[in-house]
């Protein structure tokens, strides 16, 4: 007898084929390959980079430090100046002092009584009443009048010293720059 044999066909892979599927299926993402870092040296540090707000913070501390430094530098040249102008107008003060004396001889010997007309007919020395930095004239008022020049440190200063009233007046046209004069350095 013969046997019949059914025979049927059953597509299958090879095992090499199902052990690459299985392989696939289990194996990890590809990770991006890593360049490989060098070594860093002292110069090769990495560098933080200055954000704004660094830098207006940088700029705001020079800035004050600057006007400081200048402001104070300024303020230093300002009391000098000063300072010397002082000394120039304690200086002034006997030479006021003298034509006010003569200005009241005078004034004594006129069979008036008046004021000189001029400082001329006070019989001093035009020298003292006429240099390159300031010039001395005679108001009719009875006061001593003392005009400064550019020499002087400060142009068109007028100081005037009412002689019987004996105080001192300053007429300055530029008050706002510097070096100003004072009436107080007068009564020292």
Same mark, same amino acid.
Request: proline content about 6%; overall charge negative; charged content about 30%.
């Given at each position: 007898?013969?046997?019949?044999?059914?025979? &049927?066909?059953?597509? &299958?892979?090879?095992?090499?084929?199902?052990?690459? +599927?299985?392989?696939?299926?289990?194996?990890?993402?590809?990770? %991006?390959?890593? +360049?490989?870092?060098?070594?860093? &040296?002292?110069?090769? =540090?990495?560098?933080?980079?200055?954000?704004?707000?660094?830098?207006?913070?940088?700029?705001?501390?020079?800035?004050?430090?600057?006007?400081?430094?200048? @402001?104070?530098? !300024? !303020?230093?040249?300002?009391? #000098?100046?000063?300072?010397?102008?002082?000394?120039?107008?304690? #200086?002034?003060? %006997?030479?006021?002092?003298?034509?006010?004396?003569?200005?009241?001889?005078?004034?004594?010997?006129?069979?008036?009584?008046? /004021?000189?007309?001029?400082?001329?007919?006070?019989?001093?020395?035009?020298? +003292?009443?006429?240099?390159?930095?300031?010039?001395?004239? /005679? $108001?009719?008022? @009875?006061?001593?009048?003392?005009?400064?020049? #550019?020499?002087?440190?400060?142009?068109?200063? =007028?100081?005037?010293?009412?002689?019987?009233?004996?105080?001192?007046?300053?007429?300055?046209?530029?008050?706002?720059?510097?070096?100003?004069?004072?009436? $107080? /350095?007068?009564?020292?």
């Amino acid at each position: 007898m013969m046997k019949k044999m059914i025979i &049927t066909r059953e597509e &299958t892979m090879p095992d090499k084929e199902i052990k690459d +599927k299985q392989a696939e299926v289990t194996k990890p993402a590809l990770k %991006p390959e890593r +360049k490989p870092q060098l070594s860093q &040296t002292e110069d090769d =540090k990495p560098r933080h980079k200055l954000g704004l707000v660094e830098i207006l913070m940088f700029l705001l501390l020079a800035g004050v430090v600057f006007i400081f430094i200048f @402001g104070m530098q !300024q !303020q230093k040249r300002d009391k #000098e100046l000063e300072l010397a102008m002082q000394q120039k107008i304690v #200086e002034l003060k %006997p030479a006021f002092m003298e034509i006010a004396a003569n200005a009241k001889q005078y004034k004594a010997n006129d069979p008036f009584g008046a /004021w000189p007309l001029a400082l001329d007919e006070l019989n001093m020395d035009p020298a +003292k009443l006429k240099t390159e930095e300031y010039t001395f004239d /005679w $108001s009719e008022s @009875g006061s001593v009048v003392m005009t400064t020049t #550019e020499q002087f440190g400060k142009e068109g200063v =007028k100081i005037s010293y009412d002689v019987e009233g004996d105080s001192y007046t300053v007429e300055d046209p530029n008050a706002s720059t510097r070096p100003q004069i004072k009436e $107080s /350095w007068f009564n020292q």
